[in-house]
């Protein structure tokens, strides 16, 4: 078909209008006009190529969406493993960790954020925490330990009563917050974790002596396999490494108390 048969004017972008063609005339007894044999070849092409396309469409498989969960990479260490929190609490800790380095490094995170919580300022609530983390061996001379620390005077000192609880119109702040973890030994059923924190301290209230603060430390525990969790026997705590504090200006101390009380924790896994 030539130019001027398919557009109306000879040139595409003419008149825009097309030509219409009517059949022309036949004689019923006139032989039959051979097919041009060219044809029937691109009418066959035409078709197979159009089955071949609807049988693409039908047998095509639907790619799985690609996923997110990546190791974590020497450039990019403190990427999330894609191994799930666990399930199981004891006394309001996090329990059921794997036997391995990166269930020991979820451990030591929750465990660090269990001891440094306030309810390690209530003798019953710092029992009992004490009881879930720590291992049967060492658990006394852990429970004496820290009754030591949060004495009575301290407290006092604090501006808690010996319960631990703020004074009235004010809220206690302690929270610890992991911010990345590192096993620096693993063998023969022991594991010793270091979890780099920040924390929160002090108490909110006009007439508060002691505005919370924020502040940077590394715990240490060292940590036993007792056959179905890993548990405590040993802990430590030193300062740092503290990263040059930013322009962000200071919430107010009600800011402060209702972010405490509004904003929930979480069960950490490395």
Known sequence: MSTD???????????????????????????PRRTSRGLITVVGVVVLLIAAIAFANQSRTPEAPPTADKPPTATNPTAATGIAPVDGKSSGVPSGFPQDQQGAQSAAS?????????????????????NAVADTGTRATLQSGFDADYSP??????????????????????????????????????????????GMFGLTGEKSTRPVT???????????????????????????????????PVSTSDEIGRAVTEFGGFTYAR
Do not use: H
Request: charged share 20%; glycine share 14%; net charge neutral.
């Open 5 to 31: 048969d398919q557009y109306g004017g000879g040139e595409v972008g003419g008149t825009g209008q097309t030509r219409t063609r009517f059949p022309e005339p036949s004689d019923p007894y006139a032989p």
């Open 110 to 130: 929750n465990y660090a954020v269990a001891l440094g919580s306030d309810g390690m300022f209530n003798p019953a609530r710092r029992r009992a925490i004490v």
């Open 153 to 198: 005077g301290l407290l006092a000192q604090i501006g808690l009563t010996k319960d631990g609880l703020a004074p009235t119109g004010s809220t206690f702040v302690s929270r610890t917050v992991p911010a990345g973890t590192k096993v620096t030994a693993f063998a023969n059923g022991t594991a010793s974790v270091e979890v780099w924190c920040i």
């Open 214 to 248: 924020s502040g940077w430390f590394t715990i240490s525990l060292k940590l036993t396999w007792n056959g179905s969790d890993w548990k405590v026997l040993e802990t430590a705590q030193r300062d740092g490494p503290t990263p040059v504090t930013g322009d962000d």
